[in-house]
């Protein structure tokens, strides 16, 4: 009888237990250039040129401008030129989503109500990720506004996803996993600046 009352304990308490548990994903973590992805490569032609303003220079037609007034015409026609080449380079457009793309260190603290995540050791993000999946909840506690915008971030079995709607416009996901001993960030931008959404991967080893 005391058997059957033991077996049938552990069956319950087998029953009972969770799936699994939950990667951790606290540590600092340094960024594995041989297996990640370089953003300026990835992004290379990626982005929508920005339009500069060329002065008007006098004159309806190029015969009834000056010698001078047209070489001010092809000197802003130059710096404008190589205004919009730079623009289509400069990854800091991206805004909010610059340090995502381009961090190579990350300090990930785990905390009661969710995680803490610094990147470069300079800047904070916070996030509280629902357990239950992408759902919200009756406080709606897992939606966290910042400077990166609104983050809805929650766990798809061992995966930690995360969903912001950029302030400045746009969308932003990314997918964290424990693989190979270290974090492999996926990450994909839907922006207005870019020709088309881009992907990239970065992957993380613990530092130490």
Request: hydrophobic share 35%; charged share 35%.
């Amino acid at each position: 009888m005391v058997r059957q009352i033991g077996l049938s304990i552990a069956i319950i308490t087998l029953l009972c237990a969770p799936a699994g548990a939950l990667p951790s994903f606290s540590g600092s973590w340094q960024i594995d250039t041989d297996v990640s992805d370089e953003p300026k490569k990835i992004f290379k032609g990626k982005l929508r040129k920005r339009d500069y303003p060329v002065p008007r220079v006098p004159g309806a037609t190029q015969r009834d401008r000056t010698s001078v007034q047209v070489t001010q015409a092809r000197y802003f026609e130059l710096l404008r030129d190589k205004h919009e080449r730079k623009s289509k380079k400069d990854l800091r457009r991206l805004g909010a989503a610059y340090p995502l793309i381009t961090a190579t260190q990350l300090e990930i603290e785990e905390q009661d109500d969710g995680y803490l995540i610094t990147y470069d050791e300079e800047l904070p993000r916070f996030i509280r990720p629902n357990p239950n999946g992408r759902v919200f909840s009756a406080k709606g506690d897992e939606l966290v506004k910042d400077g990166f915008g609104h983050t809805l971030s929650y766990w798809d079995k061992e995966y930690l996803k995360l969903e912001t709607d950029l302030l400045n416009g746009g969308k932003v996901k990314e997918t964290l996993e424990h693989k190979d001993g270290g974090i492999y960030l996926k990450i994909r931008l839907e922006m207005h600046i870019l020709e088309e959404p881009v992907e990239l991967t970065r992957v993380f080893r613990r530092r130490g």
